[in-house]
């Protein structure tokens, strides 16, 4: 049991490029999300898919757009990043309930 | 909307207790958590607890509720210096449907010998 895995783990982008931020899990979970942290500001949620096939916008979606693939799978894709989008992003997961699973992080530094 | 306030530092020396205070504004609240964020690593649920419970203990912790306050801590018990982390209070309201949280900015905890 993997748990959620992100990928890449470390990833570093000129202004204006583009890319995609990979989460899965494997523990059936209907619900997954995008947060970033930055610090001094705790999590803010970037969107969240509540069950496969839905997507909806979270505090800070601007600048970002997901793709729930499966249930599975939930990626996060910036398709013209901005040095204010230098961040450690965070995917999680959720089945209906108490607890939110985290994966390990991409820092993402954006020149 | 909702709110969740947490002082964001703690210093304590070894052997001492810890206590961390958040505060949260949504009444309607259910559940209320505390993870915990290592270095270089995501959150981890430490513990929750209903919101129809004043206190719930495991092992080094104590979580107390004051829900007329809206108010929650987290004590840790003779603190050690691998307790030394990020603390992230959550409040999850009675919205039904999708399960959002809402975090705090987060606790660092320092411990020191």
């Known amino acids: 049991n993997a748990g959620v895995t992100q990928t890449p783990k470390f990833q570093v982008l000129k202004t204006g490029q583009s890319m995609t931020l990979q989460c899965a899990q494997d523990m059936n979970h209907n619900s997954m999300y995008w947060y970033r942290q930055d610090p001094g500001m705790g999590l803010r949620l970037i969107y969240y898919?509540?069950?496969?096939?839905?997507?909806d916008k979270g505090e800070v979606p601007n600048g970002y757009n997901v793709s729930r693939l499966n249930k599975r799978e939930f990626s996060l894709r910036l398709e013209s990043a901005a040095p204010s989008q230098t961040s450690v992003y965070f995917c999680?997961?959720?089945?209906?309930?108490?607890?939110?699973?985290f994966g390990p992080g991409t820092r993402l530094t954006v020149l | 909307g909702e709110d969740v306030e947490q002082s964001l530092f703690l210093s304590v020396r070894e052997g001492d207790s810890s206590v961390i205070n958040c505060t949260y504004t949504d009444s309607s609240s259910t559940y209320l958590y505390w993870y915990k964020q290592e270095p270089g690593a995501g959150l981890q649920l430490l513990t929750y607890?209903?919101?129809?419970?004043d206190m719930k203990q495991d092992q080094r912790l104590t979580v107390l509720l004051n829900k007329k306050d809206k108010h929650l801590s987290l004590r840790i018990a003779d603190t050690q210096t691998g307790d030394s982390a990020i603390y992230f209070c959550a409040e999850k309201g009675n919205s039904g449907g999708s399960y959002i949280p809402t975090f705090g900015r987060g606790t660092s905890l320092i411990v020191h010998p």
């Open positions: 999680a997961s959720a089945s209906s309930g108490n607890e939110q699973f």
């Open positions: 898919s509540a069950s496969e096939g839905t997507t």
């Open positions: 607890i209903f919101s129809n419970m």
